[in-house]
């Protein structure tokens, strides 16, 4: 299956804006940032946040067939 | 009136936003707006610079206008958020509550911000004299330029 990933912050600085990825069936968000930190191993540190179709999930939330999956730091604004 | 729920760049349209809570039956209107103060943690502030994730933002924040329906007897609720750079003393985020009476719109409006803050998809970047700092938890490590200022207090 294949999802659109975008990124914000300091992940976006670090990754891009977003791509495209194939995944195998059943893959979960936990699971699809820990192949992205093993690829990028600086961003380890990172504090990150996971949305799947514009809502917060959990990292045990399981992708489907073209979703749209966010990653970003904790949010800040406000004035 | 159409609904306000906004992300955008420039200066935002304060009147606009009153204008789309105004409701005959109410009696009290409470407008927060969030300006970039010109020094933070001891920094001296040049600018703020927004990002947001744009759809998802505008979602979040008409999912806490509901909640906010839900909670309090209020009318109508507008909010909108600056993204891009935002120069010291101008609004970054403006929120305006309509109610019956001014008790709710005040409670309201006090929630709904702090609720923004939380969890609606912006981020803010400071420029300092010095450098720039992604602001909030980013990261156990702070960048080198950030350090530097740090060290500089």
């Not at chain 1, 990172?46 to 045990?60: C, G, K, M, T």
């Not at chain 2, 040049?46 to 999912?63: K, Q």
């Not at chain 2, 009476?101 to 923004?116: Q, S």
């Not at chain 2, 938890?137 to 950030?146: F, K, S, T, V």
Request: a positive charge; one cysteine or more.
């Amino acid at each position: 299956m294949r999802v659109h990933l975008k990124y914000f912050a300091t992940l976006r600085e670090r990754l891009g804006t977003g791509e495209e990825r194939a995944l195998r069936a059943g893959t979960t968000v936990g699971a699809l940032w820990e192949s992205i930190v093993r690829e990028q191993p600086a961003i380890q540190r990172l504090h990150v946040r996971f949305a799947v179709n514009e809502r917060y999930v959990e990292p045990s939330h399981e992708l489907a067939e073209g979703d749209e999956v966010a990653f970003f730091p904790p949010v800040s604004g406000g004035g | 009136m159409a609904e306000v729920f906004e992300i955008g760049e420039g200066p935002i349209d304060v009147a606009r936003l009153l204008a789309a809570v105004g409701d005959p039956a109410t009696g009290a209107t409470v407008l927060f707006l969030g300006t970039t103060r010109n020094q933070n943690a001891g920094r001296r502030v040049t600018r703020l610079e927004y990002e947001a994730y744009d759809r998802m933002a505008r979602r979040e924040m008409r999912e806490l206008a509901r909640e906010a329906r839900r909670r309090w007897p209020v009318r109508r609720v507008a909010m909108v958020h600056r993204i891009g750079v935002v120069p010291v003393g101008e609004a970054s985020v403006a929120i305006a509550v309509s109610a019956g009476h001014r008790a709710e719109a005040f409670t309201a409006c006090h929630w709904l911000i702090d609720r923004l803050k939380e969890i609606v998809p912006i981020w803010k970047k400071e420029h300092f004299r010095g450098g720039t700092v992604w602001i909030g938890p980013q990261q156990g490590a702070p960048e080198p330029r950030r350090r530097r200022a740090q060290g500089g207090r």
